[in-house]
């Protein structure tokens, strides 16, 4: 393809509408339009020649495809009306997610703004990679169910874990994950020196959407136990995951298991045997680090982690920007 893609960021002052004009000024192939902001339109985007516009004045109509970096249920009426438009989308937010209006309302609280353009497909290209090629509409995965589901992937597709055990995920994340408007318990004397889980058990809205994209891989395993955690840093997220077995393995049979499946994807880095995914790993950086530990037979535990900004938001998007239109789909990434 050699004409360039012209694309809309909607909510593009925020965190990952940051990273996506940044990740975009060094695209080869795709070119930004326009940047939307309420609250700083008429103010200079950053590293362009652009200024933010408000929401309502962005020419939609103009661009071949849009991103939506805004909160879960101001995305969705943006998306319908951008596919009416016969505008491509890809949806930071939450709202393009879940597979049913029930499962959103279920989790979000209230009903869906747009049932009609529910399902659509679930980019993570990792697992998910031939439903996106040229597809219109893709959700976009959360942060923490990036890091879960890659961690998890080559057990589950593998049959290997036991049925109905539980998965327990240990998360932590950096506090650009909780957004750029500020809130009681992410100011910085809240935060700095202090480590602070939230929403623990079943309660966190992400729970929803790893075990909807857990069951499309095996759904015979138990319930999720989700335990999110604020670090006090500033990008970052770092899954630990607890898995039992249904037959014994060893840690030789486990490594191979990950490097096998990961090999030929370039964003996706499993470390060698007895080293541990740290943070460093993967900040600002597009990949996501994975390491496997087998503590007895029937146990793996799997660390993975992940730049939330990154390959949990905004590089992430480029990959299913690429994939939408027919492109290499790691252009514009590799060399983070």
């Not at 070119?31 to 939307?36: H, R």
Request: proline share 9%; net charge negative; aromatic share 6%.
């Amino acid at each position: 393809m050699s004409d360039t893609i012209t694309v809309g960021i909607y909510g593009a002052a925020g965190y990952a509408g940051q990273e996506l004009v940044d990740l975009l000024a060094v695209h080869p192939q795709a070119g930004l339009a326009f940047a939307t902001s309420n609250q700083d339109a008429g103010q200079p985007v950053p590293g362009t020649a652009l200024t933010y516009t408000p929401h309502d004045a962005a020419p939609l109509e103009s661009v071949d495809v849009i991103f939506l970096a805004m909160p879960h249920a101001a995305s969705a009426p943006l998306a319908a009306r951008a596919a009416a438009a016969g505008v491509k989308v890809i949806d930071l937010s939450a709202d393009l997610r879940m597979t049913t209006p029930e499962a959103y309302e279920a989790w979000y609280g209230l009903p869906h703004p747009n049932p009609e353009l529910l399902p659509v497909p679930y980019g993570l290209p990792e697992l998910n990679r031939a439903n996106l090629a040229y597809a219109p509409l893709i959700a976009n995965p959360g942060c923490y169910p990036t890091a879960t589901l890659l961690g998890l992937f080559p057990l589950l597709e593998g049959h290997a874990l036991a049925p109905d055990a539980p998965i327990f995920v240990d998360a932590k994340s950096g506090v650009s994950g909780a957004g750029k408007a500020p809130k009681a318990n992410t100011h910085f004397v809240e935060v700095f020196g202090n480590l602070s889980p939230y929403n623990v058990g079943r309660v966190h809205r992400h729970t929803g959407e790893i075990e909807q994209e857990i069951a499309k891989v095996d759904d015979t395993t138990g319930p999720l136990i989700f335990s999110p955690h604020l670090l006090p840093v500033d990008r970052g997220l770092l899954a630990t995951i607890y898995v039992q077995l249904k037959a014994p393995w060893d840690a030789t049979e486990v490594q191979a298991l990950y490097e096998d499946c990961y090999r030929d994807e370039p964003l996706v880095d499993v470390l060698p045997a007895g080293q541990l995914a740290t943070l460093k790993h993967a900040v600002r950086k597009n990949n996501c680090a994975i390491s496997v530990t087998v503590p007895t037979e029937k146990t793996v535990v799997i660390v993975s982690a992940i730049d939330n900004l990154l390959k949990g938001a905004a590089s992430q998007a480029i990959q299913n920007l690429n994939l939408m239109f027919g492109l290499q789909e790691t252009l514009g990434l590799l060399k983070c």
